[in-house]
């Protein structure tokens, strides 16, 4: 398949590494960037100079800043190219929805990289939590922070948190009943470099935290079951989930001279052994199957998913900003 990258940097570059293995069907042939121009291939620095190639084009990786998505991957999908596109897919609900109405009426594919859903470990703790190995789940903290980058088209909640609701999507099928947050701002900037967030559902509590002005890299997902907790360490790949037997006990009377209503159940801690394959390669692989019309795709990652994820991000940007 005739294959064209638009969007050739930061993350650009792991495309363009996938892209090119043989083990896929893809051929990289085009590149459309502002700024960068790779010799290997015929290059363009806008859509209209690409206009009279497009028929030649079977598929596109879309990695551009946030806000030029919906003008780009609308384009694309008019000249009847499927579509892989970088999270999130737009930052507001009815562009979303209108993308996906044009690839539907065109017929192609079109697929938000939501990285994280093709995570082995993600994908674990998922099955642990929907077969009750935790018990009830009650409660998720996620926590994204690092030292850049720092964006200037869109805030830290639709750079960062993005991945965190995504995967909360995917872990909960529940109704959100109450959310709330809160933000910084560093500069002149209109655009919260630090994001908290609070999200009710029936009967668990989430808690988000993402920032690009923390001095360490940290991508932990914490969880509370009934019966047991995890730890999830994207940054450890040699133990990346740790489960511990350990839950809180409810005494129906107080205890002793804490006074607590509550004692603790402490056991081993296990580390599952995974294999690891690299995300974004698994992320290519279910494009090219969707395109394929396969039956082997990520069933995690879908237009529900994605939609939903844009629309909880799209009212908690309102409320930051009220």
């Given at each position: 398949?005739?294959?064209?990258?638009?969007?050739?940097?930061?993350?650009?570059?792991?495309?363009?590494?996938?892209?090119?293995?043989?083990?896929?069907?893809?051929?990289?042939?085009?590149?459309?960037?502002?700024?960068?121009?790779?010799?290997?291939?015929?290059?363009?620095?806008?859509?209209?100079?690409?206009?009279?190639?497009?028929?030649?084009?079977?598929?596109?990786?879309?990695?551009?800043?946030?806000?030029?998505?919906?003008?780009?991957?609308?384009?694309?999908?008019?000249?009847?190219?499927?579509?892989?596109?970088?999270?999130?897919?737009?930052?507001?609900?009815?562009?979303?929805?209108?993308?996906?109405?044009?690839?539907?009426?065109?017929?192609?594919?079109?697929?938000?990289?939501?990285?994280?859903?093709?995570?082995?470990?993600?994908?674990?703790?998922?099955?642990?939590?929907?077969?009750?190995?935790?018990?009830?789940?009650?409660?998720?903290?996620?926590?994204?922070?690092?030292?850049?980058?720092?964006?200037?088209?869109?805030?830290?909640?639709?750079?960062?948190?993005?991945?965190?609701?995504?995967?909360?999507?995917?872990?909960?099928?529940?109704?959100?009943?109450?959310?709330?947050?809160?933000?910084?701002?560093?500069?002149?900037?209109?655009?919260?470099?630090?994001?908290n967030v609070s999200i009710n559902f029936p009967s668990i509590f989430v808690s988000i935290f993402a920032s690009w002005l923390h001095p360490e890299k940290s991508r932990k997902i914490k969880?509370?079951?009934?019966?047991?907790?995890?730890?999830?360490?994207?940054?450890?790949?040699?133990?990346?989930?740790?489960?511990?037997?350990?839950?809180?006990?409810?005494?129906?009377?107080?205890?002793?001279?804490?006074?607590?209503?509550?004692?603790?159940?402490?056991?081993?801690?296990?580390?599952?052994?995974?294999?690891?394959?690299?995300?974004?390669?698994?992320?290519?692989?279910?494009?090219?199957?969707?395109?394929?019309?396969?039956?082997?795709?990520?069933?995690?990652?879908?237009?529900?998913?994605?939609?939903?994820?844009?629309?909880?991000?799209?009212?908690?940007?309102?409320?930051?900003?009220?």
């Amino acid at each position: 398949m005739n294959t064209l990258l638009v969007g050739a940097g930061y993350w650009g570059k792991n495309f363009i590494r996938i892209l090119e293995k043989e083990s896929n069907q893809f051929e990289l042939k085009y590149i459309l960037d502002t700024q960068t121009e790779i010799p290997e291939y015929i290059s363009f620095s806008n859509l209209e100079d690409l206009e009279k190639y497009t028929e030649d084009i079977d598929a596109a990786v879309v990695s551009t800043p946030t806000k030029t998505h919906y003008d780009i991957v609308k384009f694309l999908l008019k000249h009847s190219i499927n579509v892989l596109v970088e999270k999130p897919l737009t930052t507001n609900l009815k562009e979303a929805k209108e993308l996906y109405d044009l690839a539907s009426e065109k017929n192609k594919v079109l697929l938000t990289d939501h990285t994280f859903l093709y995570n082995s470990s993600i994908n674990y703790i998922k099955e642990l939590i929907e077969n009750k190995g935790i018990g009830e789940l009650l409660h998720i903290s996620f926590e994204r922070t690092n030292l850049g980058p720092i964006r200037s088209d869109v805030s830290s909640l639709w750079d960062l948190a993005t991945h965190d609701i995504a995967i909360m999507n995917a872990f909960i099928k529940d109704e959100i009943i109450q959310s709330s947050i809160s933000g910084y701002i560093k500069g002149d900037s209109d655009l919260h470099d630090i994001v908290n967030v609070s999200i009710n559902f029936p009967s668990i509590f989430v808690s988000i935290f993402a920032s690009w002005l923390h001095p360490e890299k940290s991508r932990k997902i914490k969880i509370v079951g009934s019966e047991k907790m995890i730890i999830y360490d994207d940054i450890n790949n040699n133990e990346p989930i740790k489960i511990f037997n350990k839950k809180v006990n409810d005494f129906s009377e107080k205890n002793n001279y804490f006074g607590s209503i509550f004692n603790f159940s402490i056991g081993d801690v296990v580390s599952p052994y995974l294999e690891l394959k690299e995300p974004l390669v698994e992320v290519v692989k279910d494009f090219e199957n969707r395109i394929n019309d396969s039956k082997d795709i990520n069933n995690l990652n879908t237009k529900e998913l994605t939609l939903k994820t844009i629309k909880i991000l799209e009212d908690l940007d309102i409320q930051l900003n009220d």
